[in-house]
């Protein structure tokens, strides 16, 4: 299981429903090396049970890898936002597939 740093949690308009993204560097830090990735984004669930193999409410979103993004940030649209129980910081989890976002 990787994992980011915590995380900023910073919202915008323009980035829709389907999208989270990252600076490259936290990219690395979840194995990420391309520029986008489909994974399954799980929530409705506790930590602990993400971590025993559970997947709650899974969706299919895309991770985009942007310079742009400022580093130690994960930017998200407000449905999305919203979805994820509108954290002001967050760590990201993930398996190689299943993606979890735990607010801090």
Known sequence: M?????????????????HLILHPNEGFDLGLMRVAHPVHLCRDLAVEDYL?????TC??????????CPKQTMLVGTALHK???????AVVLFDGDRLFVHMT
């Open 2 to 18: 990787k994992k980011t740093v915590p995380l900023k949690v910073s919202v915008s308009a323009t980035v829709d429903r389907v």
């Open 52 to 56: 025993k193999g559970s997947s709650g």
């Open 59 to 68: 969706e299919e979103v895309s991770i985009s890898l942007l310079n742009e």
């Open 83 to 89: 979805l994820l129980g509108e954290p002001a910081r």
